[in-house]
């Protein structure tokens, strides 16, 4: 291979590298700190949105890793900068997304006087970054941008912080560009796939869970064809339910919060458990009560691109080192001894249909799950749903069915506001797919300044934004622990139709559930950023939950 030495400033370099990676996209909030690297960003044909606040620019960034597996790019400013990015960085810490948060530094020869702005990034995002590494010698941003890459990518992905001092971007060097980095495919050896082929055969009523990500298309295939040949029920983690066609006669639902019973009831009737690249964090195992902890008497198989979490919380009887695309050819491999019955797989599949087919009634005259019914029958299979945390997001989990791999961008991390800037980068990516952002009231004003951020780039997301007037979450929480004696869980908000019409939107007041359809119609029609303002009783905090009785339960 022959290497090409060209001299440029460090800034150019750091660019040239972006696109030698693949780049085609950023978000970013301008600041002095790394001006250099906005001009030589002019002409790179880089994708740069503008944002409003840097928490909504590295939750854009974030989606984008989720979207295509490769690392999210984000762009801040230092100190206040990076310290409001980091709720962006923690979503993609938990949610084992690869994302990269390049944050301004002052110059080299300012450093530890604490001057304007500075920070010690390695101190501040040590806890939420797989690395956090400043760049002191611009001849050497090929070498650590290709390990940054890497670094986010393999493994279990996260978030990678890159600090630039400020007068290191301007210095001329001559440096040979990076390669490519593709992240390494851990595949499990033979011996492990004949125990794993041996559990399976001697299971009777198995179970599966998948979740985390690196998943492909094809990786998914070989799951659920593995799944089909045992016989064996599956479900998602977390956040995870749109990597899996919903459709799949072995699919049993999510493992979320607000679960449904029969789903938890099965996996502990299971006798073998196989884990497939998920976790299992506090959610997905309902409160680290589904297994039991260290093992018990359940076979339990654990497969994880990444080591360290095998045995982190659950001993499994048999670890498994691989990633889900060299998993999957392994996977292709294992057949039955003879053919499994259904029954199991049936009863599973039953008590999802059950749980998610007909709507709960709700207090008031907006019916939510009337809402999400719709919603499912009507958007086409690629529509990318996105949300953030709230109790408005248990309608979602329980009534909308995805249908085609990596439809739904949620934070596994519960942050609220992350639903409507994924959004917006969901859409910004897929401009030809629908894109809706099911959001609360409190949700969304966590990171509403980024509605200009569509109408200056011109983004026609569909918000459809659920109003309780509360923070409905913590509300469903102070009533168990405290009925009668709300505090601080109550909320004004403005007139939301207005303010997509102030920012040039469109905006629509949906008071009844059979009144959304041509509401959606009239946005999508609009060409538009629009918001969908859905008036929702407060009584009415979940599917199963209402306020009334939940201070009737506490009692």
């Given amino acids: 291979m022959t290497l090409t030495l060209t001299e440029r400033t460090g800034a150019r370099v750091l660019v040239d590298q972006l696109l030698a990676q693949g780049v085609d996209r950023a978000s970013c909030v301008p600041g002095e700190s790394y001006l250099s690297v906005l001009d030589a960003l002019i002409g790179s044909g880089v994708d740069l949105l503008t944002c409003r606040q840097e928490g909504g620019a590295a939750m854009m960034a974030e989606a984008w890793g989720k979207l295509t597996g490769r690392p999210g790019i984000c762009f801040v400013t230092r100190g206040p900068g990076a310290t409001n990015a980091a709720a962006g960085v923690h979503v993609a810490a938990q949610d084992s997304t690869p994302m990269i948060l390049f944050v301004g530094q002052v110059a080299r020869g300012m450093k530890h006087r604490e001057a304007f702005q500075e920070l010690d990034y390695g101190q501040v995002f040590g806890t939420m970054a797989k690395w956090v590494v400043e760049i002191d010698d611009a001849a050497r941003i090929p070498e650590l941008i290709a390990r940054a890459f890497r670094v986010a990518m393999q493994g279990r992905p996260g978030p990678v912080v890159v600090a630039l001092p400020e007068d290191m971007?301007?210095?001329?060097?001559?440096v040979a560009d990076a390669?490519?980095?593709d992240p390494?495919?851990?595949?499990?050896?033979?011996?492990?796939m004949e125990r794993l082929a041996d559990l399976l055969e001697g299971a009777q009523k198995p179970f599966a869970i998948f979740g985390g990500s690196r998943w492909d298309a094809d990786a998914v295939s070989a799951f659920t064809g593995l799944c089909e040949r045992y016989a064996i029920p599956f479900a998602a983690s977390?956040?995870?339910?749109?990597?899996v066609p919903a459709q799949h006669p072995n699919y049993a639902g999510d493992l979320s919060l607000g679960?449904?019973?029969?789903?938890?009831?099965?996996?502990?009737?299971?006798?073998?458990?196989?884990?497939?690249n998920s976790r299992m964090s506090e959610i997905s195992s309902q409160s680290y009560t589904l297994l039991p902890i260290p093992s018990g008497s359940q076979t339990l198989v654990h497969i994880h691109a990444d080591p360290d979490e095998i045995g982190r919380v659950y001993q499994p009887a048999l670890g498994i080192n691989a990633s889900p695309r060299g998993l999957a050819p392994a996977l292709d491999t294992l057949s039955p001894s003879a053919p499994r019955q259904g029954a199991w797989v049936a009863e599973a599949r039953a008590g999802y249909i059950d749980w998610s087919e007909e709507p709960k009634q709700n207090p008031g005259?907006?019916?939510m799950g009337q809402v999400l019914r719709w919603m499912r029958d009507t958007l086409p299979d690629d529509a990318i749903l996105t949300n953030g945390a709230g109790n408005f997001a248990v309608w979602l989990n329980r009534y909308y069915r995805f249908r085609t791999f990596n439809t739904h961008l949620a934070p596994t991390s519960g942050s609220m506001g992350y639903g409507f800037p994924a959004g917006i980068a969901a859409k910004r990516a897929h401009p030809d797919r629908v894109v809706v952002n099911l959001a609360g009231d409190g949700d969304f004003m966590m990171t509403v300044q980024e509605f200009a951020t569509c109408a200056h780039h011109g983004i026609p997301l569909i918000v459809v934004l659920v109003d309780n007037g509360m923070y409905g979450t913590i509300r469903a929480h102070?009533?168990?622990?405290?009925?009668g004696r709300v505090s601080a869980t109550s909320l004004t908000n403005p007139d939301f139709v207005a303010l997509a019409e102030a920012h040039g939107g469109f905006g629509q007041r949906v008071e009844k559930a059979e009144d959304f359809a041509d509401a959606f119609s009239a946005a999508q029609a609009s060409g538009k950023p629009a918001i969908l303002h859905?008036?929702?009783?407060?009584?009415?905090?979940?599917p199963t939950a209402t306020i009334t009785g939940l201070r009737a339960r506490a009692k």
């Fill in 478 to 483: 102070q009533e168990r622990e405290f009925p």
């Fill in 184 to 192: 390494a495919e851990t595949a499990p050896v033979a011996a492990d």
């Fill in 259 to 276: 679960a449904n019973p029969a789903l938890v009831k099965a996996i502990g009737e299971a006798d073998l458990v196989l884990i497939v």
């Fill in 179 to 181: 390669p490519r980095a």
């Fill in 169 to 174: 971007l301007d210095d001329v060097v001559t």
């Fill in 365 to 367: 005259t907006l019916q």
């Fill in 534 to 542: 859905l008036i929702l009783d407060p009584e009415a905090l979940s």
């Fill in 238 to 243: 977390f956040r995870r339910a749109g990597m």
